[in-house]
């Protein structure tokens, strides 16, 4: 499925590729937990930034791997690249203009992310030919 998103303002529109059944991760670090994200983590390949790149601003903390993005008109995060998976994009559902039909919410614990990252690891590789077959 492709799912179409935006910031408030959609000043930042965006589409991602992602099945129609989602798994979702709520984390309850710092930054997740006072603005409100929700998970997607994709490949990298299966984002496409539509419009606004010129009004994103990006905010880095802690070991700066993870690049927050922001819209600087409305202040919305979007999507970002996450730090524990850099090679791909995470969006935050909230954003989906089109939302999907089901959503899997599932915890993450953010708070203790050294120990729990490995766990979002495989969120961001492409699936296998062998995966896409079984799916057939």
Not at 52 to 60: C, F, N, R
Request: charged content about 20%; aromatic content about 10%.
């Amino acid at each position: 499925m492709i799912y179409k998103g935006s910031c408030h303002c959609q000043a930042v529109t965006f589409e991602v590729e992602a099945p129609e059944h989602i798994e979702a991760d709520y984390c309850n670090c710092s930054i997740c937990a006072k603005s409100g994200y929700l998970h997607l983590i994709v490949p990298l390949s299966k984002f496409n930034l539509l419009t606004g790149a010129e009004a994103l601003s990006t905010y880095t903390f802690n070991s700066g791997v993870a690049k927050h993005t922001f819209c600087k008109v409305c202040g919305v995060k979007p999507f970002y690249t996450p730090r524990s998976n850099p090679d791909g994009m995470d969006i935050n559902i909230h954003c989906l203009d089109n939302r999907p039909t089901s959503i899997e919410v599932v915890d993450f614990d953010g708070q203790n992310w050294e120990k729990h990252a490995h766990q979002l690891a495989h969120k961001s590789k492409e699936p296998s030919l062998f995966a896409m077959v079984e799916e057939l």
